[in-house]
C-alpha cells in the first residue's frame, strides 16, 4: 500500500500494551430501534477502538443492518445515543452532527452503488467531489488508490466491465478517498469467489495494520475470524455475547468436536457412546459431539467402519450454532 493512504491526520497503528489508555473512536450506548410495535433493536452498547476490527454477526433478520444504519446516521435511534470522537479530539454525537462525523468515514454497502456510466477513476473522482476535494487532490490521490485495489490496469473501465471482485475493491478504493478513519462495511466479500476473498481480506489488514478502524457484518464465520479483534453476537435485536473470536469459542463450546455421518450415525446421539461428549447434536444425518477429550470417542467409532468422522477444533460457527440456534431464517 502507497504512503499516499496515510497523510499525516491518520491514526498511527494500534498499540495493545496493557498500559495503554486510547478513547473509543466510536461508542454506541443502549441503542433501542422500533418500527411499528416491533424492537429490531434492543439496548445494545459496544466502542470502536482506533486501529480494532469490530464485527457484528447474526442470522438474517438480528438487526445487524439496523446497528450499521443507525451509526452511519441514516436511521435515528429510538433510545440510546451514538457517539464520535473526531479527528481533531471534538467529541460528537450521532445524529446532530451526522455531517461531520460522515467526513471521517468510509462506507462499503452490500449492494453495489457504483455509478455504471463512469469509468473506476471517475468513480473515485465523482465521490471524493462530496468531501469537498478538490481536482489536484483527486489527480493525486485516485493512482494511489487504484493501485492499492489491484485496479491501476482498469482505470478506463466502467463498473460492468470488472467482475465482482473488481467492483468490491473499487468500492472500497472509492470509500477511501476522503481517508476516513473509521471503515463500515456491510458484508464486503458476499458473492466472492475465494481468491476474490482472500485477496479482500490482505487489504483489510492492510489497513488495520495503518491504523483504520473497522466496523463490519458478515456471514462468513472464518472472514470474521481471520479480521476481527472483538465480535458482537446478535440475535433478536440483542446482543448474546462480546468478545474476542477464541475467547468467545473457549467461553461457550468445548474445545474438540468431532463430527459423524453415514449409516446409523444419528442413532448415536441416543446410544451408549453419546456418554464419552459432552453433549451431541443431530442436525440432519450428521451427529456433532463436543467434548473436552476426544481419544475415546474417536477410538470406540474406529470399530465401526461404516461411519465417516471428522475431529476438529471447535470453531466460530459452532459459537455461532450454539447461541442463534439451528434453524433457517428467511428474510434481510
Known amino acids: 500500500m502507497t504512503t499516499d493512504l ?43 477502538m482506533p486501529g480494532e476490527c469490530v464485527g457484528i454477526i447474526g442470522p438474517n433478520g438480528a438487526g445487524k443492518t439496523t446497528i450499521i444504519r ?16 473526531s479527528v481533531h479530539g471534538q467529541a460528537l454525537r450521532m445524529p446532530q452532527d ?18 455504471p456510466d463512469f469509468s473506476c477513476e471517475e468513480n473515485i473522482a465523482v465521490y471524493g467531489r462530496y468531501f469537498g476535494l478538490n481536482a489536484a487532490e483527486l489527480k493525486a490521490r485516485t493512482p494511489d488508490l487504484l493501485d492499492f485495489a489491484v485496479l491501476s490496469h482498469k ?36 458473492g466472492l469467489d475465494p481468491q476474490a476473498r482472500h485477496l479482500m481480506w490482505e487489504r483489510l489488514q492492510q489497513l488495520l495494520q495503518v491504523g483504520k478502524s473497522i466496523l463490519l457484518t458478515t456471514h462468513f464465520m472464518d472472514e470474521a475470524e481471520r479480521l476481527c479483534d472483538r465480535l458482537l453476537v446478535i440475535d433478536h435485536g440483542r446482543k448474546l455475547a462480546e468478545g474476542s473470536p477464541r475467547a468467545l469459542i473457549a467461553q461457550h463450546i468445548e474445545p474438540e468436536v468431532v463430527e459423524v455421518y453415514g449409516p446409523g450415525a444419528v442413532a448415536l446421539a441416543t446410544a451408549p457412546i453419546r456418554s464419552r461428549a459432552d453433549r451431541a447434536e443431530v442436525v440432519g444425518d450428521t451427529v456433532f459431539f463436543y467434548t473436552h477429550h476426544a481419544a475415546s470417542l474417536l477410538l470406540e467409532l474406529a470399530r465401526q467402519p461404516q461411519l465417516r468422522t471428522l475431529h476438529r477444533p471447535a470453531n466460530l460457527e459452532d459459537l455461532f450454532l450454539k447461541l442463534t440456534g439451528r434453524q433457517i431464517r428467511e428474510g434481510a
Open 70 to 85: 443507525m451509526c452511519l446516521g441514516l436511521t435515528v435511534p429510538d433510545q440510546g445515543h451514538i457517539g464520535y470522537q
Open 6 to 48: 496515510l497523510p499525516e491526520t491518520a491514526t498511527p497503528p494500534k498499540d495493545n500494551s496493557p498500559t495503554e489508555k486510547q478513547q473509543a473512536l466510536m461508542q454506541c450506548e443502549h441503542l433501542v430501534k422500533r418500527f411499528g410495535d416491533t424492537t429490531v433493536v434492543q439496548d445494545v452498547s459496544f466502542d470502536i
Open 155 to 190: 482505470a478506463g473501465a466502467r463498473p460492468n466491465e470488472l467482475s465482482g471482485g473488481m467492483r468490491r475493491r473499487l468500492s472500497l478504493a472509492r470509500a477511501l478517498v476522503n481517508n476516513p478513519r473509521l471503515l463500515v462495511l456491510d458484508e464486503p466479500t458476499t
Open 98 to 115: 451526522a455531517l461531520a462525523i460522515k467526513a471521517e468515514l468510509g462506507v462499503v454497502s452490500q449492494t453495489d452503488t457504483l455509478d
